[in-house]
């Protein structure tokens, strides 16, 4: 990518990449761009720190204003579920991942 004229790179999790592309998009400019505003206001830290703390920041702004539409412990939906079930996986059944094999196949079956 192009910061600031200078050639440079940015080693990102798929899903931050994802993210910063997503945010460039929703803001109408492209991703060199957007790291380019990023490395023009950071301070001490590097780009790509600067980048993730940028992005967190962005998604926790738009968070706060959805707050009160349903989301959250007041509301009938968990956001953190949501994104826990979709992104790192479903919650095992920690009883029958803790049963013997043989009693796990009769819960299944229906079988006493």
């Known amino acids: 990518m192009t910061v600031g004229g200078r050639r ?3 080693r990102l999790e798929p899903q931050m990449w994802d993210a910063i592309e997503t945010i ?6 492209s991703i060199n761009r957007l790291c380019a505003e990023i490395d023009q206001r950071r301070r ?10 940028f992005i967190i920041s962005y998604y926790r702004q ?3 204003s959805y707050e009160g539409q349903g989301l959250g412990p007041n509301g009938n939906g968990s956001l953190a579920r949501i994104v826990l079930d979709s992104v790192v996986g479903k919650p095992i059944d ?3 991942a803790l049963r013997p094999v043989a009693d796990r196949n009769l819960a299944v079956t229906g079988e006493d």
């Open 8 to 10: 440079t790179s940015m």
């Open 24 to 29: 460039a998009k929703l803001e109408g400019m």
């Open 44 to 53: 001490d830290v590097g780009l790509t720190s600067a980048t993730r703390v």
């Open 62 to 64: 738009l968070v706060r």
């Open 94 to 96: 920690r009883v029958t």
